[in-house]
């Protein structure tokens, strides 16, 4: 499943940039940019950052540059 997300962030451009700025933690280390649901803020980094550099790296192989 984490992979099938890095593929889709990687096919959508700027989609990593934006999620890596929205991603970011708050001052007690939860992620402000994922759904404030029943548990709260998830921690930081969650699971969408994670997935933001895999796209990065990934796009970084694709056009043959080495992350
Ligand atoms: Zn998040």
Not at 2 to 12: G, K, M, Q, R
Not at 37 to 65: E, K, N, V, Y
């Amino acid at each position: 499943m984490i992979h099938e997300l890095t593929v889709f962030i990687a096919a959508e451009s700027g989609m990593a940039d934006r999620l890596l700025r929205a991603h970011v933690a708050d001052r007690l280390g939860r992620c402000r940019g994922c759904p404030n649901g029943r548990a709260g803020h998830m921690p930081w980094p969650c699971s969408l950052h994670a997935a933001a550099i895999d796209a990065l790296a990934r796009q970084a192989r694709a056009t043959g540059m080495q992350p």
